[in-house]
C-alpha cells in the first residue's frame, strides 16, 4: 500500500481543515488505517485511527469531538477533519496503514507498515 497525504495549510485558531490520504493498491480496503502527527522535535504522535470497514473508530483525548477520521474504500482514499483548531494542533501529520482486518487501539507507530509522506499543518493564534 502506497499512501499520499494532502491538504495541509495555514489557518488560524478555530478554523477547520480536511485532510486527505490516497491509497493504491487493492488492499487498501483490508487495512486498518490512522493519522499520526507529529510536532517539531517531539515523537510522532497517535490522532486517530479506524477499521477496515469504518465502523469502528479510537482517537486521542487531545482531539476528541473536534476531529473526525472517516474512510472511502470505493476511492482508497482516509479523510481527517479537523475542526476547532487550535495552536497545538500545528504539526506534521502522516497517515498510516496495517494490513489487518481485525480492530484494535493502535497507538503505537511501530504497529503500522505504511506511511505516507505528510502534510503540514499551522494553526495560528
Known amino acids: 500500500v502506497q499512501l499520499q497525504a494532502s491538504g495541509g495549510g495555514l489557518v488560524q485558531a478555530g478554523d477547520s481543515l480536511r485532510l486527505s490520504c490516497a491509497a493504491s493498491g487493492r488492499t487498501f480496503s483490508s487495512c486498518q488505517v490512522a493519522w499520526f502527527r507529529q510536532h517539531s522535535g517531539k515523537e510522532r504522535e497517535f490522532v486517530a485511527t479506524i477499521s477496515w470497514s469504518g465502523a469502528a473508530s479510537y482517537y486521542a483525548d487531545s482531539v476528541k469531538g473536534r476531529f473526525t477520521i472517516s474512510r472511502d474504500n470505493a476511492a482508497n482514499t482516509l479523510y481527517l477533519q479537523m475542526n476547532s483548531l487550535k495552536p497545538e494542533d500545528t504539526a506534521v501529520y502522516y497517515c498510516?496503514?496495517?494490513?489487518?482486518?481485525?480492530?484494535?487501539?493502535?497507538?503505537?507507530?511501530?504497529?503500522?507498515?505504511?506511511w505516507g509522506q505528510g502534510t503540514l499543518v499551522t494553526v495560528s493564534s
Open positions: 498510516a496503514a496495517r494490513l489487518d482486518r481485525s480492530f484494535f487501539r493502535r497507538e503505537s507507530p511501530d504497529l503500522y507498515n505504511y
